[in-house]
C-alpha cells in the first residue's frame, strides 16, 4: 500500500454554494508509513442560519454548533495536520475551495480525488456518490452517512479500493494512461501504482497490443435444433395457467387472467398473420405475455422477431433480466440480441488514433478517456450506455464512435475485435432482438438496411411511436450543435480533424505523393477561416432568433411570417449560414478528392473521418433548407427556447402513412402495446395516429388490481374558477397541497402541466412544508431526472413536484409514494407550434382536431399521470385532482371512464381533507 503520508478529509457544510456557504463539521483521517490512524474531528460554529435540510441529512443538532468554536481557532492544527500530506478527498476541490477560504491559504501540495479515480477505476459504475460507491463496492461500511468523520474514513476505504484495482491492471494501461494524465493530479496517483508494482512483481510482464475482456460467448452461437420446442399454442396457455410452468419455476409467480389473454392474443396474431393492439393494464405482466409467444414463435418457425421499446430502463430488463430467466426455465433454448445504433459503439481504431495523440485533449477529456482505456478491458459489448455517467464521455464519443457511414469493415485491421460487428453478428444468429423506437424507425428510414431481415415486431410502450416517428423524421439545430460539429473539423485547442493533419505534418507530407499533398494543402488551410465564418454567421443568427421570440418559449414560423418586418433579414441570414456551410463541404469534399484513389491505409482512414464530418455539414444544411419551405401544410417548423438554448425546429405534422407505408405493410404480424392506449375502451384515435386500420385487433387487458379497494380518486370542485378559463386560484391551491402533505407525512406526487406553474408553487410550498419537516423536491434546475427520483425514494417526507416528464416513468411501490395530486388536466397548450400545426391539418382533412386530438393525448397523459400511484397488490394511497372541469365539462366523462375505477368522492376541498383524514384512519 501507498506508504507516504496521506490526509483524507471530509466536510459537512450548510449547502454547496462554495462562495457563500459555511463549513459546520471538518473531520480528517492522517494515515502515516503503516501507523495507527488519527482523527482530527470538530464541529463548527456558523454566523448564519443552517436549513433544516442539512441538519435532517446531518443528524447535527443545532445547539452543538451554537456551542462550537468558529474555524479560525482550529486554524494552526488543521495548517499543521494537513502539512506535507498528500490530500484525499471525495470531490476534493469542493472541500479545499471551503478551507482555503475560511483559513485564507492555499495548498499547494500533492491532491487526489476519490471521485475522479473511482471514475477511471470503476467506469462502469452508474452513480460515483460516495455512499454508493461504498455499497456497490462492498467495503464494509454501515455508519451512516453525511458525517464528516464517518465519510472521510469511507473515502479512506474507497482510496484503498482504487489502489487494489489500479494494483491489477497491466502494466500496459500505465504505458499509455500517464503519458495521458499529463497536467492532472491523477497522473502522479497512477506513477505510484506503476512504481509500486514494478516493485512488487518485478516479473510482470508488458502488453503493448488492446487489452480486452474475454467474450462471454462467440460471434456465433452454437447451433440450436428443435428439441423441446411444443408443437401447440396450448402450451402457450399452460405455461401462464395456475400450476404452470412459470408458477412452477419462478418463486412469488401468480397466475393472473389477463396475463394469460394477453398471451394467447399475440400466439394467435402471429399464426394468423394479423396485426394486434393490446392495451394492459399495469400488473399485467405483459414483457412475459408476449416474450414467451414471440419465443416459440421464433424457434417453432425460424423467423426473428423485434421487440422494440421506448425507454432504456425496459430496454435492459427485457435483455439483461427477463430473457436470462426464460432462457433458465423455458423447455428449449433461445438466442437474444440487444441491438443498438452504429453511433452506441466505440471503435478502436479510432480509439487507438485517438489515444496516440493526447496533446490534443482538454484535461477533463483526458480524464474520460484514462476512464475509457480501463473499461475497455472489461466490457463485452462496447456500448455507450455502460459509461455514459462519466463527466467528459460525452466531448470525446464522437471522434471514437463507430457512427462511420464510410467504414469498411473486411478492411479494417479490428475487425475481429469490433463490437459493432459483434452485436450486428450475434442479431443476424438471434431469435429474438430488442432494439429501441429509435433504431427501429432508423431502419424504416433506411429501407431496411440497419436490423437483420425480420417480419414479426412488438412494439412495447408503443403509446410513444407517433411522437418518436416525428422525432425521427424531423430536425432540429441549436447554435451549440453547430458549433460541436465545426469543433470536429477544427478549433484552436483539442482534437480536431484540422488539428489531427496539422499535428502530423510532416508525416502527411511525406505520405502522400507530392501532387496529391499540394492539392489537399490547398483545402485543408482553407478549413480554419471557412469554420469561422460559419461560427459568426450563426451567432448572428441566434441572436436575431432570440429578438424573435423575445419572451415567448416558442414561435411557429409559417406564410405569414414572411409578412413580418423581420422576415426578409432572417431569411438571408439562414440562406447566408447554408452558402458558408456549403463552402466548408466543398473544401471538405476537394481534400477527400484529392485522396480517393490512393492505395493507403493511412489515407483510407483519413478519408473515413472528412466523410463523416462532410455527413454532418448535410444533415445541418437540410434541416436549415427544410426550414425555409414554409409553404408545405404537411410540415412545420418553428423556433424554440428550452433552458438556455434556441432550437430551429423542422418536422412533419403526420406520419401515420408513413408508419403504414414503411413499417406495417411490410411485416406479417405486428404485437402493440402499452398501458395507455385506449380512449374510454376505443382504439380508434390510436389507430388512426399510428397508420393501421379500424378493423385491427384490439385487446383491452384489465389489470388485476383492484383498485376499488387500493385507492380513492378524489376530486376538489371550487379550486378553479370555470368562469376565468380554468384559472386556479394559486394561493388556494398551494395551502391545499400543503395540507395534503402534510397529512400524507410527505409520500407525494405532485403533477403540473407546466414549468412555469411548478416554478410558482415551489417557494411558497416550501416555506408551508419544510417547518413541518417535509422537504419539497422539483424537477429541474441542476438536478437529473433520475437523481431527484432516488433523493425522494431516499427520504419518505417529501413532497416532489414534476411536470411533463415526470407524468410517466416513475414506478415506486409501496408506502413511498401514497398520494398523486393532478393538478390539471393535461392538455397539450394549442399555441404549442406542432399541436396548432397538427390542429389546422386535421381540420382541412375535415376532423375536429378537439375531439379527434387534443382531448384523446390528455385522456392518455392523465392515464400515465394516474397510474403512477397503484404498482403493486399490496399499494394503497389517493390520487386528487383538483381540476373541476373533469366534472363541469361534458368531456369530462372521457377522461373518467378511461380510468380503472368507476367510483370517485367529489367534494369542496376542506371536506376532501376531512375525507382525507378519515381514509388515513382506516
Known amino acids: 500500500m501507498f506508504t507516504e503520508k496521506i490526509v483524507v478529509l471530509d466536510l459537512e457544510t450548510t449547502g454547496l454554494d462554495t462562495e457563500y456557504d459555511e463549513i459546520i463539521e471538518y473531520a480528517a483521517w492522517c494515515i502515516d508509513n503503516n501507523k495507527d490512524p488519527v482523527v482530527q474531528n470538530f464541529l463548527v460554529k456558523p454566523t448564519r442560519t443552517i436549513p433544516p435540510k442539512v441538519l435532517k441529512l446531518t443528524g447535527i443538532d443545532e445547539s452543538e454548533l451554537q456551542n462550537a468554536a468558529p474555524l479560525l481557532e482550529h486554524r494552526e492544527e488543521i495548517i499543521q495536520f494537513l502539512d506535507g500530506a498528500t490530500l484525499v478527498g471525495h470531490n ?30 470503476f467506469p462502469s459504475m452508474r452513480q460515483f456518490r460516495l455512499s454508493d460507491l461504498v455499497k456497490k463496492l462492498d467495503l464494509g461500511l454501515n455508519e451512516p452517512f453525511h458525517r464528516a468523520q464517518a465519510d472521510s474514513w469511507a473515502t479512506w476505504k474507497l482510496f484503498q479500493a482504487c489502489w487494489l484495482k489500479g494494483i491489477e491492471l497491466d502494466l500496459g494501461f500505465y504505458k499509455h494512461a500517464i503519458p495521458l494524465l499529463e497536467g492532472t493530479n491523477e497522473q502522479s496517483f497512477f506513477k505510484a501504482l506503476e512504481k509500486e508494482i514494478s516493485r512488487k512483481f518485478p516479473g510482470r510482464s508488458i502488453r503493448t497490443d488492446l487489452i480486452l475482456a ?15 420446442v411444443p408443437d401447440s399454442e396450448d402450451w402457450i396457455r399452460d405455461c401462464f395457467a395456475s400450476g404452470g410452468l412459470l408458477e412452477r419455476k419462478l418463486m412469488g409467480y401468480e397466475s393472473r387472467p389477463g396475463q394469460v389473454q394477453m398471451a394467447q392474443g399475440v400466439s394467435s396474431a402471429f399464426q394468423a398473420d394479423q396485426n394486434l393492439v393490446v392495451e394492459a393494464g399495469t400488473g399485467t405482466g405483459k414483457s412475459y405475455a408476449y416474450l414467451i409467444p414471440a419465443l416459440w414463435w421464433a424457434r417453432k418457425t425460424g423467423k426473428k422477431v423485434v421487440v422494440a421499446t421506448h425507454t432504456i430502463p425496459l430496454q435492459e430488463q427485457l435483455y439483461q433480466k427477463d430473457l436470462p430467466v426464460l432462457n433458465n426455465i423455458l423447455p428449449f433454448s433461445f438466442h437474444g440480441a ?86 450486428r453478428h450475434k442479431a443476424e444468429e438471434a431469435d429474438i432482438i430488442v432494439v429501441n423506437h429509435s433504431l427501429l424507425l432508423a431502419d424504416v428510414k433506411a429501407d431496411h438496411n440497419v436490423i437483420p431481415e425480420y417480419h414479426e415486431l412488438i412494439i412495447d410502450e408503443a403509446h410513444h411511436l407517433h411522437q418518436a416517428a416525428l422525432e425521427q423524421l424531423g430536425q432540429e439545430v441549436c447554435q451549440e450543435q453547430i458549433v460541436r460539429a465545426l469543433e470536429q473539423v477544427y478549433r484552436p485547442i483539442g482534437s480536431s480533424l484540422y488539428g489531427s493533419i496539422k499535428g502530423r505534418q510532416a508525416y502527411w507530407v511525406q505520405l502522400m505523393p507530392l501532387g496529391v499533398w ?19 454567421q450563426a451567432e448572428e443568427l441566434f441572436a436575431s432568433l432570440k429578438q424573435i421570440l423575445g419572451l415567448n418559449q416558442s414561435v411557429r414560423i409559417t406564410l405569414s411570417s414572411a409578412e413580418e418586418t423581420w422576415w426578409p433579414f432572417f431569411a438571408t441570414q439562414v440562406e447566408n449560414l447554408i452558402s458558408r456551410l456549403k463552402t466548408l463541404k466543398q473544401f471538405l469534399s476537394g481534400m477527400l478528392q484529392a485522396i480517393s484513389n490512393q492505395e493507403i491505409d493511412e489515407l483510407t482512414d483519413l478519408g473515413y473521418e472528412i466523410s463523416a464530418r462532410i455527413r454532418d455539414n448535410e444533415l445541418l444544411q437540410q434541416c436549415f433548407e427544410l426550414f425555409l419551405q414554409i409553404e408545405d401544410p404537411a410540415r412545420v417548423n418553428w423556433i424554440e427556447i428550452s433552458g438556455q438554448r434556441i432550437y430551429i425546429k423542422t418536422s412533419p405534422v403526420d406520419v401515420s402513412h408513413l408508419l403504414r407505408e414503411k413499417l406495417f405493410d411490410t411485416l406479417e404480424a405486428a404485437i402493440l402495446t402499452s398501458a395507455t392506449i385506449g380512449i374510454a375502451g376505443s382504439f380508434a384515435h390510436y389507430l388512426a395516429e399510428v397508420g393501421l386500420p379500424p378493423q385491427t385487433m384490439t385487446l383491452n387487458v384489465q389489470s388485476p388490481f383492484n383498485y376499488a379497494e387500493q385507492m380513492q380518486l378524489l376530486i376538489v370542485k371550487d379550486l378553479m374558477d370555470q368562469q376565468k378559463s380554468g384559472l386556479f386560484r394559486m394561493d388556494e391551491v398551494i395551502r391545499f397541497i400543503s395540507e395534503v402533505g402534510i397529512r400524507m407525512k410527505g409520500r407525494t406526487l405532485v403533477l403540473l402541466t407546466s414549468h412555469l406553474s411548478l416554478r410558482q408553487m415551489e417557494e411558497p410550498l416550501r416555506n408551508l412544508l419544510e417547518p413541518a419537516g417535509i422537504e419539497v423536491l422539483a424537477q429541474g434546475k441542476s438536478k437529473s431526472r433520475a437523481a431527484i427520483l432516488a433523493e425522494f425514494q431516499e427520504n419518505p417526507k417529501a413532497v416532489l413536484l414534476g411536470a411533463n416528464s415526470f407524468w410517466e416513468g416513475i414506478d415506486i411501490p409501496g408506502e413511498g409514494l401514497s398520494c398523486v395530486i393532478l393538478v390539471k388536466l393535461p392538455f397539450w397548450p394549442p399555441n404549442m407550434p406542432l399541436i396548432a ?7 382541412q382533412q375535415g376532423k375536429n382536431p378537439f375531439q379527434d386530438f387534443l382531448l384523446p393525448e390528455a385522456v392518455i397523459r392523465f392515464k400515465q399521470g394516474f397510474g403512477r400511484l397503484i404498482r403493486s397488490k399490496s399499494d394503497r394511497g389517493v390520487v386528487i385532482l383538483l381540476d373541476s372541469r373533469v366534472i363541469a365539462k361534458k368531456y369530462g366523462k372521457v377522461f373518467l371512464s378511461s380510468l380503472p375505477l368507476s367510483t370517485h368522492v367529489r367534494d369542496n376541498h376542506d371536506r376532501i381533507l376531512t375525507r382525507l383524514d378519515r381514509w388515513l384512519a382506516t
Open 92 to 121: 476534493l476541490r469542493f472541500d479545499l475551495h471551503f478551507l482555503e477560504r475560511f483559513l485564507g491559504i492555499k495548498f499547494r501540495q500533492m491532491r487526489w480525488d476519490t471521485l475522479k479515480l473511482a471514475q477511471i477505476l
Open 214 to 228: 474475454a467474450g462471454d460467448e462467440g460471434l456465433f452461437f452454437q447451433e440450436q435444433t428443435t428439441e423441446g
Open 338 to 423: 440487444l441491438l443498438k445504433g452504429k453511433g452506441n459503439y466505440l471503435c478502436l481504431k479510432k480509439w487507438l488514433s485517438l489515444q496516440s495523440y493526447p496533446q490534443e485533449l482538454s484535461e477533463q477529456e483526458r480524464l474520460a478517456a484514462a476512464s475509457i482505456m480501463v473499461w475497455i478491458s472489461e466490457t463485452y459489448t462496447g456500448d455507450l450506455q455502460e459509461i455514459a455517467q462519466i463527466y467528459g464521455v460525452s466531448r470525446i464519443w464522437p471522434n471514437i464512435s463507430a457512427e462511420n457511414e464510410s467504414c469498411i469493415p473486411q478492411k479494417c485491421p479490428e475487425s475481429g475485435n469490433c463490437f459493432m460487428l459483434r452485436a
Open 518 to 536: 499540394e492539392s489537399f494543402q490547398v483545402y485543408w488551410t482553407e478549413m480554419p477561416a471557412a469554420c469561422n465564418a460559419i461560427t459568426e
Open 837 to 843: 400545426a397538427r390542429s389546422e391539418y386535421m381540420e
